[in-house]
């Protein structure tokens, strides 16, 4: 059985925008795997790479995860980038 969470978080010390932000991020656990959800209308390259971010700052959870992106467009940088970084990315553009 697998559930839906929000994971908030107040990264006061700008590790992932590089300023502090509050981190909202949308994960679905079944059983001990994490997958941290990234759902957007576009996808360009800056947003592979603050999600990659907000992953590497999730990993100090200690807890299995996977980055999944989902979108109707992914702009070719950002598919590119996704790959070598091994995110998923599901879209209805091929």
Do not use: C, Q
């Not at 981190?23 to 390259?45: T, Y």
């Not at 979108?71 to 996704?82: G, I, K, N, Q």
């Amino acid at each position: 059985m697998a559930r839906a969470e929000r994971w908030p978080y107040n990264d006061v010390n700008g590790k992932v925008y590089g300023y502090p932000a509050v981190i909202d991020l949308n994960i679905a656990i079944r059983n001990d795997m994490h997958v941290l959800v990234e759902v957007k209308s576009s996808i360009s390259g800056s947003d592979v790479d603050g999600f990659w971010s907000i992953g590497r700052l999730y990993e100090s959870s200690d807890v299995r995860h996977r980055l999944v992106i989902v979108s109707p467009y992914v702009d070719d940088r950002a598919a590119e980038l996704s790959r070598e970084l091994g995110m998923e990315v599901y879209t209805g553009v091929t």
